[in-house]
């Protein structure tokens, strides 16, 4: 399975970007997919998580409100809809795949098999 991230960039303040992860996986449509984050000098952490089927959603509290994921199964593709931007969202943003999307641990991403290349967003004040 290959993950490949796009839709990052630069963005002021209050400001929207897209991001989105295509798969190449046939079983896309049962893998947890996930959002995680990673600043400079800080630890990745988890941002936004959909069940195999889009019916469950987790966010992470800071971006609850302001980040919505969701996929297309016949696109393969899950998506983060990030609106309202502030610069603590500046990170390098990674998409990942849990194949067996078992429990409610969908913020550890050690549980999460595949992972996408990362994208960049950055947003300015």
């Known amino acids: 399975v290959q993950l490949q991230a796009s839709g990052g960039g630069l963005v002021q303040a209050g400001g929207s970007l897209r991001l989105s992860c295509a798969s190449s996986g046939r079983a896309f449509s049962t893998y947890r997919m996930g959002w995680f ?3 400079p000098g800080k630890e990745r952490e988890f941002v936004a998580a959909i069940s195999g089927r889009g019916g ?3 966010y992470q509290d800071s971006v609850k409100g302001r980040f919505t994921i969701s996929r297309d199964g016949a ?4 998506y983060l809809q990030m609106n309202s931007l502030k610069p603590e969202d500046s990170a390098v943003y990674y998409c990942a795949a849990d194949r067996f999307a078992g429990g ?3 913020y550890d991403s050690s549980l999460y ?6 994208t960049q967003v950055t947003v300015s004040s």
């Open 37 to 39: 984050r990673q600043a």
């Open 56 to 58: 469950i959603t987790y």
């Open 75 to 78: 696109k393969n593709t899950v």
């Open 104 to 106: 409610n641990n969908y």
């Open 113 to 118: 098999d595949y992972w996408g290349q990362g």
